[in-house]
């Protein structure tokens, strides 16, 4: 059975992205047999946060528009060769795909993949709307901030309103802020929000340094948001794994982090 | 009695809680907002359930959503005509 979740957010730069690639890999090297649709059109990034930039023939601008099959726009993973990505157009903008085109392309994907991922632009127009219409079920990615957290509600409102199950990911907590009571914490925006939480993702300069690299982050062992983005996959195949407490780097941690390299 | 916590300057609110108040304030009003269809049914099914007792002005009866410091209440004013005969005679 195939499982198609939406990844957004509402507000921009909150890690949509970056949960979309990392869930991919994380699926994939569970050997799930996955495909990653960016529909950023004009905005694409999600190629680059997988290293395949260099290797986008087709998009889905063209796939909807008829002018190539689905499985020719295809870029296949070279290290997980179960993890596809669908890449967008990077000249087109959002007006170029109907929601309706988009539906009709999800369903037809389907019986291929164990995972369809859709990583959504930020914004409630249309981008939106081509993004969520296929989705099974969203994931609402927010920072522990204000304006972030508002911002998603008004994207939950609009998901109860289409029907779809929602999930909720807590991206860039600094634990030293929340410890100091300057920062929002995942019990508190879960009290807001009222949402089932399956993720709290330290704010983490190994995300930077692997995006850098094209080599997303769950798969590296000595991170903790790499870790976080495990516990995510996890609850996504199901699995029921408490969460761990935040870190706050001890004096000696953080002197290291300061002059070691 | 004498408040040492504030005599020592013992904690005023954080920041992380005035954000998780003023965002719990916010949203309610987002979501009111949004959906003025919503205050409309409420004001339709209370309209219903007075009007059991009482005979009520539904042209000049407002309801709204309003706020104090820390806490969102639903004000109704509700002009009433006269009391309904039956009034307290319902099951
Ligand atoms: N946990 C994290 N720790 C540190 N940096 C992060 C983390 N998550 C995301 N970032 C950084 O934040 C920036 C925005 O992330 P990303 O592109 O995934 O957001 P987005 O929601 O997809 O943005 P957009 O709305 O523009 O599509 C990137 O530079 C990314 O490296
Ligand atoms: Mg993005």
């Given at each position: 059975?195939?499982?198609?979740?939406?990844i957004?957010?509402?507000k921009?730069?909150?890690g949509?992205t970056?949960?979309?690639?990392?869930?991919?890999?994380?699926l994939?090297?569970?050997?799930?047999?996955?495909?990653?649709?960016?529909?950023?059109?004009?905005?694409?990034?999600l190629?680059?946060?997988?290293?395949l930039?260099?290797?986008?023939?087709y998009?889905?601008?063209?796939v909807?528009?008829?002018?190539?099959?689905?499985?020719?726009?295809l870029?296949r993973?070279?290290?997980?060769?179960?993890?596809?990505?669908?890449?967008?157009?990077?000249?087109?903008?959002?007006?170029a795909?109907?929601?309706?085109?988009m539906?009709?392309?999800?369903?037809?994907?389907?019986?291929e993949?164990d995972?369809?991922l859709?990583?959504?632009?930020a914004?409630?127009?249309?981008?939106?709307?081509t993004?969520?219409?296929g989705?099974?079920?969203?994931?609402v990615?927010?920072?522990?901030?204000?304006?972030?957290?508002?911002?998603?509600?008004?994207?939950?409102?609009k998901?109860?309103?289409?029907?779809?199950?929602i999930?909720?990911?807590?991206n860039?907590?600094?634990?030293?802020?929340v410890k100091?009571?300057?920062?929002?914490?995942?019990?508190?925006?879960?009290d807001?929000?009222?949402?089932?939480?399956?993720?709290?993702v330290?704010?983490?300069?190994k995300?930077?340094?692997?995006?850098?690299?094209?080599?997303?982050?769950?798969?590296?062992?000595?991170?903790?948001?790499?870790?976080?983005?495990?516990?995510i996959v996890?609850?996504?195949?199901?699995?029921d794994?408490?969460?761990?407490?935040l870190?706050?780097?001890?004096?000696?941690?953080?002197?290291?982090?300061?002059?070691?390299? | 009695?004498?408040d040492f916590?504030?005599?020592?300057?013992?904690?005023?609110e954080?920041?992380?809680?005035?954000?998780?108040?003023?965002?719990?304030f916010?949203?309610?009003?987002?979501?009111?907002?949004?959906?003025?269809?919503?205050?409309?049914?409420?004001?339709?099914?209370?309209?219903?359930?007075?009007?059991?007792?009482?005979?009520?002005?539904q042209k000049a009866?407002?309801?709204?959503?309003?706020?104090d410091?820390?806490?969102?209440?639903?004000?109704a004013?509700?002009?009433?005509?006269?009391?309904?005969?039956v009034?307290?005679?319902?099951?």
């Open positions: 059975m195939s499982e198609v979740i939406v957004t957010s509402g921009g730069g909150v949509k970056t949960t979309t690639a990392n869930l991919g890999v994380g994939a090297s569970r050997g799930k047999k996955v495909v990653l649709i960016d529909t950023d059109t004009g905005l694409r990034n190629d680059l946060l997988l290293g930039e260099r290797r986008i023939v998009t889905l601008v063209d909807v528009q008829k002018r190539v099959n689905y499985g020719q726009a870029v993973h070279k290290k997980y060769t179960n993890l596809f990505l669908l890449p967008t157009s990077q000249v087109a903008d959002k007006t795909i109907e929601p309706a085109q539906l009709e392309l999800v369903e037809a994907m389907k019986s993949f995972y369809i859709i990583d959504c632009p914004g409630i127009e249309q981008g939106y709307e993004a969520v219409i989705a099974d079920w969203a994931i990615v927010t920072n522990p901030e204000i304006s972030a957290v508002r911002d998603a509600d008004k994207i939950i409102g998901l109860q309103a289409a029907n779809k199950k999930k909720l990911v807590v860039r907590i600094r634990p030293q802020m100091d009571g300057t920062m929002l914490d995942m019990t508190a925006i879960d807001i929000l009222s949402l089932e939480c399956i993720g709290q330290p704010d983490d300069d995300v930077v340094d692997s995006a850098n690299r094209g080599v997303p982050v769950v798969e590296s062992k000595d991170s903790a948001a790499g870790e976080a983005y495990r516990d996890g609850r996504v195949c199901g699995e794994i408490p969460f761990k407490p870190e706050v780097e001890t004096f000696w941690q953080r002197l290291k982090h300061v002059f070691g390299r | 009695m004498f916590l504030k005599i020592f300057g013992g904690k005023s954080s920041s992380s809680e005035q954000a998780h108040k003023r965002l719990k916010v949203l309610i009003h987002d979501r009111a907002n949004v959906s003025p269809e919503v205050m409309e049914h409420i004001k339709n099914d209370i309209i219903k359930v007075i009007s059991h007792y009482m005979e009520i002005d009866m407002e309801i709204s959503l309003e706020n410091q820390d806490a969102v209440a639903l004000v004013n509700i002009p009433v005509n006269r009391m309904r005969p009034a307290g005679h319902r099951r």
